[in-house]
T-cell receptor
Framework: AQSVTQLDSQVPVFEEAPVELRCNYS??????LFWYVQYPNQGLQLLLK??????LVKGINGFEAEFNKSQTSFHLRKPSVHISDTAEYFC????????????FGTGTSLTVIP | DADVTQTPRNRITKTGKRIMLECSQT?????MYWYRQDPGLGLRLIYY???????NKGEISDGYSVSRQAQAKFSLSLESAIPNQTALYFC??????????FGPGTRLTVL
């Protein structure tokens, strides 16, 4: 099975500052990796995903993430955050050979301070 | 119209009651999932289904059952609700093993 660790439960950041949300995974097989965003009182929306190919993945709303196999990480970054980025962010992993289940991290609450 | 809908959106019930949460999708996906979200625990998989005749237990299936009535419908039941089943429940669908699209969630409170 796979697992995901999101070390930072809460990340406050000032508006227009850069942000990095950390995600580390554990797996004995090759993986697919995902970042989802959950705005207040809404469902989860896919930000970006890594399936194969380039390790730098660009997503919606100016976010990007880099897959680092040696460090088993998939950190999410944005160079300049906006108030509207305030939300909960979830990293998820799925095995490429199984793919039956997504395993989610516990989430990181990003708060953008004006 | 939303692609994945969940009903009800909010429900308050009492311990011991039977509850059904419903999920419908217009995306034509074969794969459907039920998750629960608890603060600090993220999302955990309850059940999943790859087609009408296929039902699989997830990480935390105890106390829950599901029914896949059609490709577009996947219901989650709590036969006898208990307070620790108070949570936010999400349905998701997917066309392949590397995509999942989520519904808006059902907030369930068991008193």
């Amino acid at each position: 099975a796979q697992s995901v660790t999101q070390l930072d439960s809460q990340v406050p950041v000032f508006e227009e500052a850069p942000v990095e949300l950390r995600c580390n995974y554990s797996s004995s097989v090759s993986v697919y990796l995902f970042w989802y965003v959950q705005y207040p009182n809404q469902g989860l929306q896919l930000l970006l995903k890594y399936l194969s190919g380039s390790t730098l993945v660009k997503g919606i709303n100016g976010f990007e993430a880099e897959f680092n196999k040696s460090q088993t990480s998939f950190h999410l970054r944005k160079p300049s955050v906006h108030i509207s980025d305030t939300a909960e962010y979830f990293c998820a992993v799925s095995g490429t050979n199984t793919g039956n289940q997504f395993y989610f991290g516990t989430g990181t609450s990003l708060t953008v301070i004006p | 119209d939303a692609d994945v809908t969940q009903t009800p959106r909010n429900r308050i019930t009492k311990t011991g009651k039977r509850i059904m949460l419903e999920c419908s999708q217009t995306k034509g996906h074969d794969r459907m999932y039920w998750y629960r979200q608890d603060p600090g625990l993220g999302l955990r998989l309850i059940y999943y289904s790859f087609d009408v005749k296929d039902i699989n237990k997830g990480e935390i299936s105890d106390g829950y059952s599901v029914s896949r009535q059609a490709q577009a419908k996947f219901s989650l039941s709590l036969e006898s609700a208990i307070p620790n089943q108070t949570a936010l429940y999400f349905c998701a669908t997917g066309p392949t093993k590397n995509e999942q699209f989520f519904g808006p969630g059902t907030r369930l409170t068991v008193l």
